[in-house]
């Protein structure tokens, strides 16, 4: 049995002590030596222990440090073997993954790692600290040689297939497809440098999931526009058959070239609604603006004006949707302003003749509902004007009245345009209707009040 470094050092101390005790025996006597004996005998296995204690720590925080090391590099080479596997995608990778497999190799040979690469204990207790170290630092410097070399090529392969992927997405973009979100966001990804091989990896993930995501946009938006020519009566099985295809080959380069196309069928098939519809909205806002000024109105013709493709009119239907709703708005404002000038004519004893009229629908379509509209709207402008100006008149008849009395007394008669005042006809109407001691007449296309 082999004795441990404490154990043979305790029982050194401890024939020391007895042959130390002997010799006091025969000079000093038994008493005191017994004493003397028991005291060191204490002492001696005291400072044993805490020797124990001392170098078992010691050697523990030492044996803690090279677990960590070994860990450490064996964390990196499976990270690194995993993000290579994931390079391959783009790049051959073996000539790096057997680099790496030659760091593995050293590693166990230098019997830092069993077989299976898990840390050897056993063998990790005899070696030194600075042994290890050396090791992993040799070690981490092939590492990081080989991902250098594996970034370098990926990177590359990730900048061509990217700049590739920009490409077609601009040329979606530039057919008509609305996908500027998306091709920003691939452009930002094109743009982004990459520092490690996890960096360049994240960065082709990203590339394509935004460009699958762009080309699904692009997919909903044709399903979106064929939709829109079947309802409008056009054969359509065909683009809806090509569609299905493309939809299973997005990631092949011929599936922007076939959207593309598709994209020009189905907006010739929608040209003819699309113009008659824009025209139709274009002249019915111009008319209403001539009507009413409302900013709203001109807001809504803008952006009608700049729908210009046939593939746009999803759109262009959504603006006829918020032209009826607003064409109806107007209307209510217009009819409760009437009705609010009603009520303060009332005030001065005046009651109009009218009655609020009902708005028109829209279900018989589009063009019905804008010849209703429009016609009920210049009745309504036409009673609204009449209303506003009967209120001034009638609002700020008094001090006309005065003007007119004046001039009257000086020369017994009076011209509208010599009252200075806007309305000045409707005024002399007014204090002719209130007056009857004096008549009204036109003399020459001017409109004058006389004394009888």
């Known amino acids: 049995m082999r004795l441990s470094r404490e154990q043979l050092l305790t029982a050194g101390v401890v024939a020391g002590v007895l042959l130390g005790t002997l010799a006091v025996v025969l000079t000093l006597g038994v008493s005191v030596a017994a004493y003397i004996a028991v005291a060191c005998i204490v002492l001696a296995l005291g400072g044993s222990v805490a020797y124990t204690w001392w170098e078992g720590r010691s050697d523990t925080s030492v044996h803690g440090m090279k677990l960590r090391l070994l860990e450490r590099i064996k964390a990196r080479i499976q990270k690194l073997e995993a993000e290579l596997k994931q390079a391959e995608e783009l790049v051959k990778t073996q000539h790096v993954q057997d680099e790496v497999k030659e760091v593995r190799a050293a590693l166990i040979k230098d019997g830092l790692f069993t077989v299976v690469f898990d840390v050897n204990d056993r063998q990790l207790r005899r070696m030194t600290l600075t042994a290890i170290e050396l090791s992993v630092r040799k070690a981490e410097q092939k590492l990081r040689s080989a991902e250098a070399v594996a970034l370098a090529e990926h990177s590359e392969a990730v900048e061509r297939r990217g700049r590739r992927m920009v490409e077609n997405a601009r040329r979606l973009r530039d057919a008509g ?77 011929e599936a922007v070239d076939e959207l593309i196309a ?36 001109e807001e809504l013709e803008r952006r009608v004006r700049e729908l210009r493709e046939p593939s746009m009119l999803g759109e262009l239907s959504t603006l006829k949707e918020a032209c009826v709703a607003l064409t109806r708005e107007i209307v209510e404002e217009v009819v409760a302003e009437i009705e609010r000038m009603h009520a303060e004519l009332e005030g001065f004893g005046i009651r109009r003749r009218w009655r609020k009229p009902a708005l028109p629908g829209s279900s018989r ?32 008849y008094p001090a006309v009245e005065r003007i007119i009395e004046r001039k009257l007394q000086e020369k017994g008669e009076v011209a509208a345009e010599e009252l200075g005042v806007r309305y000045a006809e409707e005024f002399m109407e007014r204090y002719a209707e209130l007056h009857g001691d004096v008549e009204l007449l036109r003399e020459q296309g001017r409109l004058k009040v006389r004394r009888r």
């Open 365 to 396: 379509g589009f063009a019905d509902f804008s010849r209703r509209a429009l016609k009920l709207m210049e009745k309504l402008m036409k009673e609204h004007e009449s209303c506003y100006t009967q209120l001034k008149v009638v609002s700020s």
């Open 177 to 253: 497809f609305r996908v500027d979100a998306e091709l920003e966001e691939l452009e930002r990804a094109l743009d982004a440098v990459a520092h490690s091989l996890a960096e360049s990896v994240a960065r082709w993930e990203r590339l394509k999931d935004g460009y699958m995501r762009l080309m699904n946009m692009g997919v909903q938006e044709l399903e979106y526009l064929i939709e829109a020519a079947a309802a409008g009566g056009r054969k359509v099985e065909p683009l809806l058959e090509r569609l299905q295809v493309v939809k299973r080959h997005l990631r092949t380069p």
């Open 262 to 297: 598709l994209r020009a069928e189905v907006g010739s098939m929608l040209a003819r609604p699309f113009t008659r519809t824009r025209e139709q909205l274009l002249e019915h806002l111009r008319r209403l603006g001539s009507l009413v000024k409302r900013a709203r109105v």
